[in-house]
């Protein structure tokens, strides 16, 4: 089984950016698409973002599109999630998944996966 460590949260004041790292270990990361996804205190789990192993093709929810970016790097077995332009209300532990799902409707784009094995997340908390 792919297991993944998710690093890199930490707390930024409004406006600032983290790159947050997903790292596997034993088996290698260039089969699997993988996804980010995140859940904030009281709240459901919700997709981020997923790129893909094929082509690395990436999808984002509408309240992250433009700000931050996904991207992987085979060689080093890492996945990645620049965020830039970080608000508050994208605090929350972020976890990264092999096997991400994704459904566009038009330009609006949901995030899931089949599964419910986590990794330990990444808290990122945002605030002045």
């Known amino acids: 089984q792919l297991q993944l460590v998710e690093s890199g949260g930490g707390s930024v004041q409004p406006g600032g950016s983290l790159r947050l790292s997903c790292a596997a270990s034993r088996f290698t990361l260039d089969y699997n698409s993988i996804g980010w996804f995140r859940q904030a205190p009281g709240k459901e789990r919700e997709g981020v973002s997923c790129?893909?192993?094929?082509?690395?093709?990436?999808v984002y929810v509408d309240s992250v599109k433009g700000r931050f970016t996904i991207s992987r790097d085979n060689a080093k077995n890492t996945v990645y999630l620049q965020m830039n332009s970080l608000k508050p209300e994208d605090t929350a532990v972020y976890f990264c998944?092999?096997?991400?799902?994704?459904?566009?409707?038009?330009?609006?784009?949901?995030?899931?996966?089949?599964?419910?094995?986590w990794g330990q997340g990444t808290q990122v908390t945002v605030s002045s």
């Open positions: 998944a092999p096997d991400c799902l994704t459904d566009c409707i038009g330009d609006v784009c949901y995030v899931s996966r089949i599964g419910d094995d």
């Open positions: 790129i893909a192993s094929s082509d690395g093709s990436t």
